[in-house]
C-alpha cells in the first residue's frame, strides 16, 4: 500500500477526530483551553503518527509510530472519562 489514506486504521481514526471535535464544541466555554484542547490534540494526534509512521522508510519505524498512536488513543479514552465524570458528554 503505497498512500496511507489507503488505510482503514487511518480513514476511521480519521473519524474520530471529526467526532471529538463536533462533541466538544458543546464543552463549557472554561474548558476551552483546557479538556478541550487536550482531547482534540489527542485525537489528530493519532491519524498524524500513523500517517507519518506509514510514510518511513522501515516496518520497524512504521510499528514505533502506531505505538504512539496507540497511546494517544489510550490518553483520549482517559480524558472521555474525565469528560463523562464531569458530565460533559456520555457520547464516544
Known sequence: MKNFKELRVWQKSIKLVTQVYEITK???DDEKYGLVIQMRRSAVS???NIAEG?????????????????????????????AAELGYTTEL
Request: aromatic residues 8%.
Open 54 to 82: 506509514h510514510m518511513r522508510t522501515t516496518n520497524k519505524d512504521f510499528k514505533q509510530f502506531l505505538s504512539i498512536a496507540r497511546g494517544s488513543c489510550a490518553e483520549l479514552e482517559t480524558q472521555v472519562v474525565i
Open 46 to 48: 493519532i491519524p498524524s
Open 26 to 28: 458543546r464543552f463549557p
